[in-house]
């Protein structure tokens, strides 16, 4: 009568010991049924999720950014993302590049930029140093010490939209018994940050 050895491996990833037969090798182990992946459903990539070019190898931007052209009669009169940005609490923002209609402009339009909501941010970027579009201080646009903004080429300013200021004002104490609003506005886009630069 003929007598045979029976094999017993362990599986490489559970450690629980089989018969060789139950074991298969995949990705290089021997591995149980149960700790087997199931290859039929790994999805391969279809080509049309490919990036159509090496980016590895170009520093060019696939998508150049909007530039909006502004008229000194109309202003910002409308909120537009140039790029998508995640929504963190409600808050929306926005990052405008803008070019004016023709030549160096201000904005005369009432209000010089459209309302928003509590906490926006937007931030407008000029784009030539020829068409360049300057913002001045006004009832409902609060701009550091009251300094307008030139936009040229790379010039950048940042708002936050403020539906609370109900006293205080720029060169006066925020804190004061005998506050005023802004032109008599309880809301205003406020001046966080601007950045004179070049592209």
Not at 72 to 82: D, K, P
Not at 106 to 129: C, K, M
Not at 135 to 161: H, K, M, R
């Amino acid at each position: 009568m003929r007598t045979t050895t029976l094999q017993l491996y362990d599986c490489d990833r559970c450690g629980f010991t089989y018969k060789k037969m139950q074991l298969k090798r995949q990705r290089g182990m021997l591995l149980c049924e149960d700790c087997r992946d199931n290859l039929k459903k790994i999805i391969t990539p279809k080509p049309r999720w490919s990036s159509p070019r090496d980016n590895s190898l170009t520093t060019v931007p696939v998508n150049n950014p909007t530039v909006y052209t502004i008229s000194a009669a109309t202003g910002i009169n409308a909120l537009r993302q140039s790029r998508d940005y995640d929504h963190e609490g409600g808050r929306r923002n926005f990052h405008m590049y803008v070019v004016s209609d023709g030549g160096a402009i201000t904005v005369v339009a009432d209000p010089p930029i459209v309302a928003g909501l509590q906490g926006d941010i937007l931030s407008l970027t000029g784009t030539s140093d020829t068409d360049t579009v300057q913002i001045n201080d006004a009832d409902t646009v609060a701009l550091i010490n009251g300094y307008p903004a030139v936009l040229g080429s790379g010039d950048t300013i940042t708002f936050v939209y403020n539906t609370t200021l109900t006293s205080g004002g720029w060169g006066v104490s925020l804190w004061g018994s005998t506050g005023y609003g802004f032109g008599g506005q309880d809301y205003a886009w406020v001046e966080t940050s601007r950045t004179k630069g070049g592209f």
